[in-house]
């Protein structure tokens, strides 16, 4: 089992920065690929980043590209996601999410049904 408690979102003025961190428990954290999801009232959980267990891999949507990076520190136990040039759009619950088989796959999977284990999510807000 898993426990994954998401820190660091807020209210940011657009073209903003802020950092997510999400703190994982649990010995076999680095055998986890990670992923960061994001959900607004009346739509799907989507995509947002993802990383494999190594770190040596990840993978981003279209619509953050070149503006947010995904990282991990596999001896703190740790994945973070820095958010850069925010845009209002960028608005919605953030949540971190492990995948167990993370090692078994090819690429860093995109599905939420794939990921096992899901925190509580943080709020990011971006005002115009």
């Known amino acids: 089992q898993v426990r994954l408690v998401e820190s660091g979102g807020g209210l940011v003025q657009a073209g903003g920065s802020l950092r997510l961190s999400c703190a994982a428990s649990g010995r076999t954290f680095t055998s986890y690929a990670m992923g960061w999801f994001r959900q607004t009232p009346g739509k799907e959980r989507e995509f947002v980043a993802g990383?494999?267990?190594?770190?040596?891999?990840?993978r981003y949507a279209d619509s953050v590209k070149g503006r947010f990076t995904i990282s991990r520190d596999n001896a703190k136990n740790t994945v973070n996601l820095q958010m850069n040039s925010l845009k209002p759009e960028d608005t919605a619950v953030y949540y971190c999410?492990?995948?167990?088989?993370?090692?078994?796959?090819?690429?860093?999977?995109?599905?939420?049904?794939?990921?096992?284990?899901w925190g509580q999510g943080t709020q990011v807000t971006v005002s115009s």
């Open positions: 999410a492990a995948d167990r088989e993370g090692r078994l796959h090819a690429l860093v999977e995109i599905s939420p049904a794939v990921y096992d284990y």
């Open positions: 990383i494999s267990w190594s770190g040596g891999s990840s």
